[in-house]
């Protein structure tokens, strides 16, 4: 799988990853099928954020946050950070910008997987939730054709400028793995944004739920949401039904909740007065 002779991260790749491309590959915006795409097993189950947000994480400080997102990603405690409240925080966020905007700012990026036999998601950790719960069922992608795997793209880039035009990014950023003895890219787009969006976020939740009585049509304290530790100062009311109550229809109604004063979406009503 793996070719132990090569460093396994190749960061800040730039154009110099197009010169290293085996003969047929490339990157390119490619429109797949949501059954071509191989989930990460923790959007599967993804309702164990929400739950981990409103028993954890909801009551963790913007300060403390603040300290936790300077440490590295492979930090044990920047991982809990991501389990407690970025699940749930950046889900809100993305899918509130997913409504308004009628899809993703940013594509998923994908590589084919010769051992899978799909399409590999990454980046795209939160993004990938938001397409399940909401996205149609063909999804524009950046996609990388490991070893010249067919693919029908309908944009084909030549440099990190090609992308940043495209996707209207600042920045494009790619760290590439070595893979089936190939380069594997995992293209980034504007993340110095992604930090400073999150604090905003979690400071808005803070005040929302402190703020905000909630009437639903399901049981809120199986989603870990407890009135009395939350709810301080009754400011606003919101009233949330769901016409079938499955988790992936409860999940939508608590990540637009905090965003949509009032909103009928695929049988998720959510009334603000």
């Known amino acids: 799988m793996v070719n132990p002779s090569l460093k396994d991260v190749w960061q800040d ?5 197009w010169k290293e491309m085996r003969p047929g590959e490339k990157i390119g915006m490619i429109k797949l ?20 947000y409103f028993q954890t994480g909801f009551f963790r400080s913007v300060d403390d946050i603040q300290k936790v997102l300077k440490l590295k990603m492979d930090n044990p405690v920047y991982n809990q950070y991501q389990e407690e409240v970025e699940g749930y925080v950046k889900a809100v966020w993305l899918a509130g910008d997913f409504i308004k905007e009628g899809g993703l700012r940013k594509p998923l990026g994908v590589h084919w997987s010769e051992l899978e036999k799909k399409w590999f998601i990454h980046p795209g950790g939160t993004r990938q939730a938001i397409i399940k719960l909401f996205g149609p069922e063909y999804i524009e992608c950046i996609g990388f054709n490991t070893n010249g795997k067919k693919a029908s793209f309908f944009k084909v880039f030549n440099s990190i400028e090609d992308i940043a035009k495209y996707t209207n990014s600042t920045k494009v950023y790619i760290a590439a793995t070595r893979n089936w003895n190939t380069n594997i890219p995992h293209i980034h787009m504007d993340g110095f944004t992604i930090k400073p969006a999150i604090l905003e ?6 005040k929302f739920f402190r703020t905000t009585k909630i009437q639903a049509n399901f049981n809120l304290k199986d989603w870990g949401y407890n009135e009395d530790k939350i709810l301080r100062k ?4 919101v009233t949330v039904n769901v016409d079938n109550l499955t988790n992936d229809n409860i999940m939508k109604a608590l990540l637009l909740l905090p965003t949509f004063n009032g909103l009928d979406l695929d049988g998720v009503h959510i009334e603000r007065t």
């Open 13 to 17: 790749a730039g154009n110099d990853f």
């Open 33 to 52: 099928n949501q059954s071509d795409l191989r989930f990460w097993p923790r959007v599967l189950d993804y309702e164990n954020f929400l739950i981990n």
């Open 201 to 206: 976020k979690v400071r808005y939740l803070h």
């Open 234 to 237: 009754v400011k606003r009311r």
